[in-house]
Structure formats: structure tokens, C-alpha cells
């Protein structure tokens, strides 16, 4: 799949304002293959590459661990810090949000945003320029 230039700048429009807009830090859509496709937010030093990278293998290995016990997939990981917070996404079969946030954010908020920005952001994906 090629994005398009005026295609990431969409996407990057609907992260600004539905994630950052409640207070998220970062917020990074990648492919399963670990490619950063949008990053909107404060980087803050953090190799977006990397984290991209390690978060689609993470989802990978989840998804062996679920089919263990007898799922089909686990669509949603979740891991808490001393001082920030990581939300993963499944988005539709090959992209995945990663959102960063600290305590002062609610996990019930971010996931509740996140749910209504998977659709918007699959659609913007799924259209042909």
C-alpha cells in the first residue's frame, strides 16, 4: 500500500483531533510489519522506528500467546508505567495504533477515543486516491 503525502496529512489531522486533543502525548499508526505509516504528538526523544518496530512484534507474539489459549487474536494491549502509558490497536488485519499518555488521562478515555478513531482511520486507508 502506498500513503500518499496529502493521505498522512488526513491521517494525521484525525489523530490530532481526536487522541492529542484529550491530552495523549503520542500517537503512531504502523503496519504490521512495524513501518510507521503517521506519528502525531510530542516524540519527546522516543525512537518512533524502534517502538514501531518492537510494538508489531509484541503484537505478534501476543497473537501466538492467544491462539494458546484458544483465541483467535487479542485485539488490544495494554502496558502501564511509572510515568507513561502504552495503548496498542489492532486496526482492521494490517495496521496498529500505538498511543502513549500519562496518568492524567484515563485508560477508559483513551480507549473509548481510540474505538472511534479505528474506523475513521480505516476508512481513510481503505480509499483510493
Known amino acids: ?39 502525531a504528538g510530542n516524540e519527546n526523544g522516543v525512537d518512533t522506528t524502534s517502538l514501531a518496530a518492537l510494538a508489531a512484534a509484541n503484537f505478534g507474539a501476543t497473537a501466538q500467546i492467544a491462539k494458546l489459549l484458544g483465541e483467535e487474536d487479542f485485539s488490544i494491549l495494554y502496558h502501564k508505567g511509572k510515568r507513561d502509558n502504552i495503548h496498542f490497536t489492532k486496526i482492521g488485519m494490517d495496521f496498529i495504533l500505538v498511543t502513549i499518555f500519562t496518568d492524567e488521562i484515563p485508560l ?22
Open 1 to 39: 500500500m502506498v500513503v500518499t503525502t496529502e493521505k498522512v496529512k488526513e491521517l494525521q489531522k484525525v489523530l490530532n483531533a481526536q487522541l492529542l486533543a484529550i491530552g495523549v502525548s503520542l500517537a503512531i499508526l504502523i503496519d504490521e510489519a512495524g513501518n510507521v505509516i503517521v506519528a
Open 108 to 129: 477508559g478515555l483513551v480507549r473509548l477515543r481510540v474505538n472511534q478513531v479505528a474506523q475513521e482511520l480505516l476508512n481513510l486507508l481503505s480509499e483510493n486516491d
